[in-house]
């Protein structure tokens, strides 16, 4: 059967929000034709174009290698609390990133008698004389917790590695995905720090060729930008590297459409739903409307 333009259109559009039997119900056209149609139009099968977009740089491997750690750092008086001010040191020493100092460093807090709970509070106490401030006190939250600062230590060596691996000195080089959002956004105004979602729904949606066409798309993206954001933060020695607002509005823009393409199959469902599970956008009003996607 030969659809006219408008048909097309009409069976790609009901696509987004109901399942193929609902469209050929709501279309009057048979199913064969509704599947025909839709896979003709290649709008529901995972772009390449959007892919080869949002993918990371392959690992190289180079000549070039992380930058020394740092020289064993000097013991010093501190709070003028032996123990306090050892606990100190084995967390500078940790901090230099060395695997064998780390685990020296590890074994020394192994010898130490006095509870790690009451080190904490005691260094808590001398925080708060200092600043005159009760809540300066909160700095000691997890003072003397040494394993978790070694694992985060280890944790963003291996980032920092990554990123060298992939990028080499273009870490901090606008990438082709970055450049292509600052551009779709060019000229849009802000408002309050933040570009309309509307405004930029509508930007990115005139430019289809690099439009997600599937829920895996999405996470695809989505895993883009988390990675992206991973790897620089490692590489910051400020520690406050924060992504692009272009690229912060395409991420959410992105994280919208999980709430508008229909799942594929089951799988790709439940591939979204435990994106959604561990994602720290669980608890935003989008994931609702994401949950009633997915099983509706």
Not at 20 to 36: F, I, Q, Y
Not at 108 to 122: S, V
Not at 129 to 137: I, L
Request: proline residues 4%.
């Amino acid at each position: 059967m030969r659809l006219t333009n408008q048909q097309r259109a009409e069976v790609i559009n009901l696509r987004r929000r109901h399942s193929l039997k609902e469209v050929a119900v709501l279309t009057g056209l048979s199913l064969g034709t509704v599947k025909a149609t839709i896979s003709r139009s290649g709008l529901f099968t995972d772009n390449p174009k959007h892919r080869g977009m949002f993918t990371l740089p392959a690992l190289q491997m180079s000549a070039e290698t992380l930058p020394a750690a740092q020289e064993l750092p000097p013991q010093q008086v501190v709070t003028g609390d032996k123990e306090i001010d050892a606990l100190i040191w084995l967390r500078q020493v940790i901090e230099t990133g060395d695997p064998g100092r780390i685990a020296q460093a590890r074994e020394a807090a192994e010898r130490i008698t006095t509870p790690l709970d009451e080190l904490e509070m005691r260094y808590g106490k001398w925080l708060v004389v200092r600043a005159g401030n009760v809540m300066a006190g909160l700095g000691s939250i997890g003072f003397a917790n040494l394993d978790d600062l070694a694992d985060q230590t280890m944790e963003r060596r291996a980032n920092e590695a990554e990123a060298m691996k992939r990028f080499g000195d273009a870490l901090w080089n606008d990438t082709q995905a970055e450049a292509f959002c600052l551009e779709a956004l060019r000229t849009l105004e802000q408002v309050k720090w933040d570009y309309p979602p509307e405004l930029v729904a509508e930007r990115f949606k005139a430019l289809p060729e690099l439009m997600p066409h599937t829920l895996s798309d999405c996470l695809h993206e989505l895993a883009y930008w988390n990675d992206l954001y991973r790897l620089r933060r490692a590489s910051d020695s400020s520690g406050n590297y924060e992504n692009s607002m272009a690229s912060n509005a395409r991420e959410w823009f992105v994280f919208g459409l999980l709430a508008e393409l229909r799942p594929r199959t089951r799988e790709e469902a439940k591939q979204t739903l435990r994106y959604l599970m561990g994602s720290e956008r669980k608890g935003w009003k989008e994931a609702d409307q994401i949950l009633d996607n997915l099983i509706g």
